[in-house]
């Protein structure tokens, strides 16, 4: 079996890391941004009786 030479393995080793960042890039992208309304919330916090 011939053996590669190291600048093949350079260009392998670059495609794969091409590819594995594209797929991320793909799959981080591929949804649309879920929209969050903030506006009028005010978190109510239980009124405590305290009885000393």
């Given amino acids: ?10 260009n392998l080793f670059f495609m794969f890391i ?3 960042i594209l797929f991320l890039n793909l ?5 649309p941004p879920v929209k969050t309304e903030m506006g ?3 978190p109510k916090s239980p009124e405590k009786s305290w009885k000393w």
Avoid: A, H, T
């Fill in 27 to 31: 799959n981080y992208f591929s949804k």
């Fill in 1 to 10: 079996m011939p053996q590669m030479s190291p600048l093949l393995w350079l």
């Fill in 40 to 42: 009028g919330y005010e």
């Fill in 18 to 20: 091409l590819g594995w």
